[in-house]
């Protein structure tokens, strides 16, 4: 809320915000291919995969409700855009110097996609591994994956740092939803 706030009324953070973007701004191709990662084109097949193997792999093993977490994860997915696209539209923040006068950068659609497919994937595949060593694993190379996708963006100069910082914020309620979803859905019997 505080972000959404400061940005709409160009206040004191968001001033800040584009004063960092300024020495943030660097395009270059390692960049712009980080950036890419948080395409859909590139995102939501990777979680396609993910949600495909999860639910084999809970039907082979006569799960009951074997379909829930692939489904609720991918009509999470769906959603991004439900609520990215308004807000963008609500607030209609000018993207930084790079891209032009157009607007409708805030939210961060890449950065929601991103963190919502890569995130998401990894919330469905880590009670399919064994072992902390795997599941570590996983989530640091979610953080990576979503941290370089922030990198790209900024240093690229396609979005602002509270574009990002406000799409993690709200991907973070929205998977935090989906962790409780399945997390009680996998008490239920078997």
């Known amino acids: 809320m505080l972000i959404t706030w400061q940005v709409a009324a160009?206040?004191?953070?968001?001033?800040?915000?584009?004063?960092?973007?300024?020495?943030?701004?660097?395009?270059?191709?390692?960049?712009?291919?980080l950036a890419d990662l948080g395409n859909v084109t590139v995102a939501v097949p990777v979680l396609a995969v993910v949600l495909g193997y999860v639910a084999w792999r809970a039907r082979t093993a006569g799960r009951e409700r074997w379909w829930l977490p692939s489904l609720a994860t991918a009509a999470l997915m769906a959603v991004v855009p439900a609520l990215i696209v308004p807000l963008k539209e609500l607030v209609a923040r000018p993207g930084?110097?790079?891209?032009?006068?157009?607007?409708?950068f805030y939210p961060s659609g890449h950065t929601a996609t991103a963190a919502i497919a890569y995130g998401g994937a990894a919330l469905v595949l880590i009670p399919w591994l064994r072992g902390a060593g795997a599941r570590r694993a996983l989530l640091v190379g979610c953080?990576?994956?979503?941290?370089?996708?922030?990198?790209?963006?900024?240093?690229?100069?396609?979005?602002?740092?509270?574009?990002v910082a406000a799409s993690w914020c709200l991907c973070?309620?929205?998977l935090l939803s989906l962790r409780l979803l399945l997390g009680r859905n996998s008490r239920q019997p078997k």
């Not at 930084?96 to 409708?104: A, E, L």
């Open 10 to 33: 160009h206040g004191p953070l968001a001033r800040a915000d584009e004063r960092l973007s300024d020495r943030l701004v660097h395009p270059g191709r390692v960049s712009e291919l």
């Open 96 to 104: 930084p110097p790079v891209m032009g006068p157009i607007t409708g």
């Open 143 to 163: 953080l990576a994956l979503n941290l370089g996708v922030a990198f790209g963006l900024i240093r690229r100069g396609y979005h602002w740092p509270l574009d």
């Open 172 to 174: 973070a309620v929205l």
